[in-house]
């Protein structure tokens, strides 16, 4: 069982780890950019001062410890190299859920991400 989400949301939506009933084979990618990133994308929160402080809410929150608050397993990646190491480890055996979060840098995933969205119109 596998579940991919975004930094803000999966910390809004942590106490969901607070159960008993915890599958081992449950496997949380968080993508970690600091913040609510699609407000970098919205018209809008993208055009005011408050952007990042209300809108995206950055923020340095340690995902590890709420991991192991929870006695899940943790594994971090922040470049190529980190994450197809964990890669196995993550979708292998175990006797109980991970999580492992991918660290990317806010600014630069947007632009990342305006610029793939960019191509993609340009290819269609
Ligand atoms: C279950 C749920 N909780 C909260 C929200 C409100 N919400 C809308 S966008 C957003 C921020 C998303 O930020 P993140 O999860 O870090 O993803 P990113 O935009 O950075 O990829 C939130 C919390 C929602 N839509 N659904
Ligand atoms: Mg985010």
New binding site residues.
Partial sequence: MLLT?????????SNGLWNNYLKANLRIIV???????????IPGPSDTDELEEYF??SHNHNIQSLAEMYGLKYLMANNEESLNEHLPELFGESDRSIILEVQTP?KE?AGVLKSYFKRLKEEL
């Fill in positions: 989400i975004g930094d803000l949301s999966f910390l809004y939506d993508i970690n950019n600091g913040g609510g990133g699609i407000f970098r994308f995206e809410a806010a995933n």
